[in-house]
């Protein structure tokens, strides 16, 4: 059996952070690992506080199991700080780590900010350069490059952008958008879209989930353009099956 990381924030709900990055991973048959990078306090109505982990317990925790084990594939998620975010880098190169997938999570479904002052410049200059994939949403990928993106032109734009900061691919999933929930790729050569009806409702979790598919098809040995597809089709069946546990927001079901 493959094995994936994730670094990921903690969510209690289990509807994001590293809790639904392990669920997606055993659902999809690889073995799931995981190194919280921050608590939070935080319901299906939104995110209450935020605590860091100490930064020298956080690349303990890491160096520990890297030691041990080393993954197939690995995604991080929320970081929160910049001096987590160094550390990440550092410890994926110090490990040779291959098939990584950066969600550079930026603000909660809620509206929450999850990065510190910083924080998103470091992502763009630490962890883009060493990633395969980077699954930024609408709202991120405006923030990294500038780019106001209302519709599939501007998606192209902002993707040439973000690939300039050295990731091999774009994708920008484009859930957020008002009229459709189009995705696209971009690997420097070919854009690729695909576009779903777009559900009603409010979700929690859907880009954790999207880029932790992802992250298990590499692992299992797929090729970039072939995980991009399986994590739409993936996500767009888990939000049909949305469960709600709780007062707020639609958890995804896979």
């Known amino acids: ?29 690889v073995y799931g690992i995981s190194v919280p990078s921050v608590l939070t306090a935080q319901s299906t109505e939104g ?15 890491i160096d520990t199991l890297l030691r041990d084990i080393r993954p197939d594939a690995l995604k991080t998620g929320m970081l929160y700080s910049e001096e987590i975010i160094k550390i990440t880098a550092d410890m994926i190169q110090n490990y040779s780590l291959q098939n990584l997938v950066v969600d550079p999570v930026t603000v ?35 923030v990294f490059t500038g780019v106001d993106i209302r ?21 920008i999933t484009g859930g957020h958008m008002k009229e459709k929930a189009g995705d696209m790729l971009f690997d420097g050569e070919d854009f690729l879209y695909i576009e779903n009806e777009k559900l ?21 040995g797929f ?27 639609k958890i995804l079901n896979s």
């Open 47 to 61: 995110v209450f506080r935020i605590q860091e982990i100490p930064p020298d317990f956080f690349a303990d925790q």
């Open 108 to 142: 909660s479904s809620t509206g929450v900010l999850l990065l510190q002052e910083g924080a998103p410049d470091a992502v763009k200059k630490y962890l883009f350069p060493l990633a395969t994939v980077i699954t930024p949403n609408i709202y991120e990928a405006s």
């Open 223 to 249: 090729s970039v353009k072939e995980a991009f597809i399986k994590a739409k089709e993936f996500v767009w069946n888990a939000m049909n099956r949305a469960v709600v546990p709780g007062k707020g927001l």
């Open 151 to 171: 519709n599939e032109s501007d998606m192209e734009k902002a993707m040439i952008k973000l690939r300039d900061y050295g990731t091999k691919t774009v994708v």
């Open 200 to 220: 009603e409702g409010e979700f929690h979790g859907t880009g954790c989930i999207f880029s932790s598919v992802i992250t298990a098809c590499l692992a299992n």
């Open 1 to 29: 059996m493959k094995t994936a990381l994730t670094i990921a924030g903690s969510d209690p709900t289990g509807g994001a952070g590293f809790q639904a990055d392990l669920r997606t991973f055993s659902v999809l048959g």
